[in-house]
Nanobody
Framework: QVQVAESGGGLVMAGESVTLSCTIS????????MAWYRQLPGEQRNWIAT???????SYADSVKDRFTISRNNAKTTAYLRSNSLKPEDTGVYYC??????????WGQGTQVTVSS
């Protein structure tokens, strides 16, 4: 059983920063990639950042100047550092992990609310 769990969301003021964490656990041979998505109110879930098995990162244009994805040395936890947050960043942030033979697993999501 593979589990993906996000944490670190909450209420922040505009201009502040937040770091989200995503931890994967279970019977895994290796982690191919971990990614962050977000679902803004009234919108579909959209990809925002990925870190792959080699540590290469990629970002959606909408966040690449403010968000940074990273991971721990064990590669079991991915982080999303979000700077200069805006009210329009408010939404549910999800982690998606691709493991082994490209099996994908979603976390339950964590709410980030940015107040003006």
């Amino acid at each position: 059983q593979v589990q993906v769990a996000e944490s670190g969301g909450g209420l922040v003021m505009a201009g502040e920063s937040v770091t989200l964490s995503c931890t994967i656990s279970g019977s895994i041979a290796y982690i191919r990639a971990m990614a962050w998505y977000r679902q803004l109110p009234g919108e579909q879930r959209n990809w925002i950042a990925t870190i792959n098995i080699f540590g290469h990162t990629s970002y959606a244009d909408s966040v690449k100047d403010r968000f940074t994805i990273s991971r721990n040395n064990a590669k079991t936890t991915a982080y999303l550092r979000s700077n200069s947050l805006k009210p329009e960043d408010t939404g549910v942030y999800y982690c998606y992990a691709v493991v082994d033979a490209e099996n994908g697993y979603w976390g339950q999501g964590t709410q980030v609310t940015v107040s003006s």
